[in-house]
């Protein structure tokens, strides 16, 4: 993978470093861009008391904190004062009435007494009234809570001290008996004016001579208090619990806030204020909000390259390759949302969102595939909520990441395009799968109408997935040098213009170059290397070969060898030659750069012995380096591979019916002289491997020569 020259000129400016960080943040500002709008606070022209221009719901769960306070009251107000019983109430107030009746016989008495015989007879009436009445009043209690002077006035105290003995006995028995009769029924202090009213009347269905019936009322009256008293501590505590005992109100996420043409009233409107639907004022909080989620973004971009395990030139690569397919899938996310205008519901289903995962699954891997799957997932919430500005769509969320995942996990095998195909087709299906679910979940009546939609909106972004991937393979392929699975596959067609002229013009090289392919991919898989790539490379690694067939001896069939009429400086110019000349080919044919490579490097700096020696015996002053390859060395495990089953394929071939011991001892010394002889030495091949390479090419050559039956000849009939 090569990146393209101006981004190369920029790279080899900047260190390695400075310039993935420049990519990072360069990323961070394009997302940031193309989301702010998703984020931005839209104020509606919403205003009290006018007709709401649309239906309006809730964007998102928040709590009503104005209706939970309601609901806390009126859940306080329920509950029922709480009132403390007073111990002895009854028992208090009967002997009031029994001490004060009493106080009044004795007064009399007293009096009675203490009048001489001929003062009674001149005023019976009022010679000594007054003075009872003072000296009654002095034995009254005269404290703050029981001024029994205070509730029965003058008059009352004279009529009773004027009445019979047996008249106040009466009118202590009666009262007090009324008195327990109401007190006994529990009398709060909120109910004392009701309860000295029925006292009133109880106390009035009795007859009493004169006016001793308004004293026996008075009398009840000044006795009787509440049995119960209000106990606000008690009371204060069971509203707290009230209170906390009522969970907060909150408007749901879809929730109907105001249907269109109904009046915003005050409540209304402080519910869309909440939302913040009706601030003019520029609100920060949405855009740290993004700048937030922007950076949890990069950091995971940057842990997973940090710790990518490739070449810092590889992994740069990466990384643009990455951040393109990123921002492209952002700008189509950003134009379907801009269909919203049709008033078509749910157009989110519309966008391929498996494009994302299915191109770098085929360009790149499966790992990086899956995170950026899972990035455009939360990005695809925030283009796509259809609510209000700052809120995020689950249900987009859940299907972008399903499909994305299913177009990852579907394209099985990435060789072909119609596989991209069917790929798209399974992503469909899932798509439907994922509709059907959140339709369903929902409990919402759609019209028949909206199901077709749905159901070509799940089509059109399986099958548009696989449309988008296809067509935007060519321009990564070319623009980044990318040397796909798919592209390796039309490169090994027998039709494609190179291996034609090859297979014509030097069938011997084509057949070899076939039989080094079946070595080199076998043994390229036993590494984990890329063994389409080695079988592509070998079908073109001899191309070179087409320019002098004859001069290679697998194309001279029944023909003398034109090297034994040759010196050896000529032999060995030509053969040397065909490393470059195929090389050059290629390129001219614009052939990927890795197949470049294996034309031209696999051979390395290896010695032409053989003409090397020739030269030697004809007494030629020569050196090893005007008899070498130019080079370079293998740079990769492939052209590594390549190079040791070009040699182990030419060297078994010319042997008859070798057996296995032969080929084994036959490719541990090819391996052996390439290692001594530093060939391997530029590329990352380990010793390990080769031992699997030297296995690989053993059973693989094992089951092109093994022994075979020899059947009698077939006379002909008659012999």
């Known amino acids: 993978m090569h990146t393209h020259p101006f981004l190369h000129k920029i790279r080899n400016f900047l260190s390695y470093r400075l310039f993935t960080n ?60 709480v009132y403390s019983p007073k111990e002895g109430a009854v028992d208090n107030a009967v002997k009031l009435v029994s001490s004060l009746i009493d106080s009044v016989i004795e007064v009399k008495s007293e009096s009675a007494d203490a009048i001489p015989p001929e003062e009674e007879s001149l005023n019976p009436q009022t010679s000594n009234l ?66 000295s009213l029925n006292l009133e009347q109880r106390i009035s269905s009795f007859s009493f001579k004169g006016e001793l019936e308004e004293a026996a009322v008075a009398l009840g009256k000044s006795a009787i208090e509440p049995t119960e008293y209000y106990n606000a501590e008690k009371t204060e505590m069971l509203k707290k619990q009230a209170r906390e005992g009522i969970k907060p109100v909150e408007i749901l996420d879809g929730e109907l806030i105001v249907a269109e043409g109904v009046l915003i009233t005050p409540n209304i409107y402080e519910k869309l204020n909440a939302f913040g ?72 289903f519309l966008f391929p969102a498996a494009f994302t995962g299915m191109i770098l699954r085929i360009l790149l891997n499966e790992r990086i595939a899956m995170m950026m799957v899972f990035i455009l997932s939360a990005c695809a919430s925030i283009v796509f909520n ?30 072909q395009r119609t596989n991209v195909l069917r790929a798209g087709i399974y992503v469909s299906f899932v798509n439907i799968l994922i509709i059907a679910f959140l339709v369903l979940l929902s409990d919402v009546s759609y019209s028949s109408t909206e199901y077709i939609y749905y159901l070509v909106f799940a089509l059109v972004s399986g099958i548009g997935s696989s449309i988008l991937t296809i067509g935007f393979l060519p321009f990564f392929e070319t623009g980044f040098g990318i040397l796909s699975s798919m592209r390796l596959v039309e490169l090994s067609s027998p039709n494609q213009p190179l291996l034609k002229k090859l297979l014509t013009e030097a069938p011997g090289t084509y057949h070899h170059s076939v039989m080094v392919a079946n070595l080199a991919e076998a043994a390229c898989e036993a590494i984990g290397a890329n063994g389409l790539l080695a079988r592509v490379g070998c079908y073109y690694h001899d191309i070179g070969k087409s320019k ?4 290679f001896i697998e194309n001279q069939m029944n023909m003398e060898n034109p090297h034994d009429k040759m010196s050896p400086e000529t032999s060995k110019r030509i053969i040397i030659d065909h490393a470059s000349d195929g090389a050059g080919m290629l390129r001219k044919n614009k052939l990927p750069k890795e197949i470049v490579d294996i034309a031209e490097q696999h051979h390395g700096t290896t010695l032409l012995k053989f003409f090397y020696y020739k030269a030697k015996e004809q007494g030629k002053d020569v050196t090893e380096e005007e008899y070498r390859y130019p080079g370079p060395k293998p740079q990769s495990k492939e052209t590594a591979i390549i190079n040791i089953a070009d040699s182990v394929e030419a ?69």
Not at 61 to 77: M, N
Not at 332 to 344: A, F, H, R, S, V
Request: charged content about 30%; proline content about 4%.
């Open 130 to 195: 007054n003075k009872q009445l003072e000296e009654l009043k002095k034995r009254l209690p005269s404290g703050e809570e029981n001024n029994v002077t205070k509730t029965l006035n003058d008059n009352i105290l004279t009529t009773l001290l004027a009445a019979e003995v047996t008249d106040l006995e009466r009118v202590e028995s009666i009262v007090s008996t009324q008195l327990e009769v109401i007190m006994g029924d529990k009398v709060k202090e909120d109910d004392l004016k009701e309860a």
């Open 548 to 551: 002098r067939p004859h001069f």
């Open 22 to 81: 420049i990519m990072f943040v360069l990323l961070g500002i394009i997302v940031f861009g193309v989301l702010y709008g998703n984020v931005k606070p839209k104020p509606m022209d919403l205003n009290l008391y006018e007709e709401a221009p649309e239906t309006i719901r809730a964007p998102r769960t928040i709590p009503d904190e104005e209706e939970t306070e309601k609901k806390r009251e009126a859940a306080a107000a329920e509950v029922d004062k």
């Open 651 to 719: 060297a078994v071939r010319s042997k008859k019916s070798p057996t296995q011991e032969e080929i084994r001892q036959l490719v541990a010394a090819i391996v052996k002289d390439r290692l001594s002889d530093g060939q391997f030495n530029e590329c990352d091949i380990s010793l390990k491997e080769l031992e699997l390479v030297k296995k690989s090419l053993c059973e693989t050559l094992n089951g092109i020569y093994h022994p075979r039956i020899e059947y009698p000849e077939l006379k002909a009939e008659g012999e």
């Open 277 to 348: 639907m009706v601030e003019e004022d520029f609100s920060l909080k949405p855009l740290i909000g993004l700048a937030l989620f922007i950076i949890v973004i990069i950091s995971c971009l940057y842990y997973f390259f940090y710790t990518l395990e490739v070449r810092e030139e590889q992994k740069q690569n990466y990384l643009i390759l990455t951040s393109i397919v990123f921002v492209i899938s952002l700008l189509i996310m950003k134009i379907t949302g801009l269909l919203k205008q049709l008033e078509i519901n749910d157009i989110a």
């Open 386 to 415: 259809e609510k209000f500005s700052g809120s995020v769509d689950i249900e987009v969320a859940i299907y972008t990441l399903f499909s994305g995942v299913a177009g990852i996990l579907t394209l099985v095998s990435r060789n």
